[in-house]
């Protein structure tokens, strides 16, 4: 998605909401050795992280009411940490999935 921000500028993020549902129940029936349920719980900590992210980059954009210098700085962070956070999840995932 591009996002505009308030200095006239853009950006993209993929905003998508994730729940690790099926990982979680995956950790509580006993799926995974000690050492991997360790990283799956870790794993789906960041994914609670990432949507927590989202939902807090659509509340910076919509509480924006006026475009005051440098606002569109706090919005470039928010979509720099998500895409940040987006990109170790899928690295997570995938070592989880190396070690299975």
Do not use: C
């Not at 993020?13 to 006993?30: C, H, K, N, S, W």
């Not at 050795?33 to 939902?55: C, F, Q, V």
């Not at 509340?59 to 009411?65: H, Q, V």
């Amino acid at each position: 998605m591009e996002v505009q921000l308030s200095d006239d500028s853009s950006a993209e993020v993929v905003i998508t909401y994730v729940q690790p549902v099926i990982l979680e129940q995956a950790i509580r029936d006993g799926f995974f050795s000690p050492s991997n349920a360790e990283a799956a719980t870790h794993l789906a900590g960041k994914i609670r992280g990432y949507s927590t992210k989202i939902a807090h980059l659509f509340s910076i954009l919509s509480i924006r009411t006026t475009f005051e210098p440098g606002s569109g700085q706090l919005e470039l962070h928010a979509i720099r940490d998500i895409e940040e956070t987006r990109w170790v999840i899928v690295k997570d995932a995938r070592s989880l999935i190396d070690h299975l």
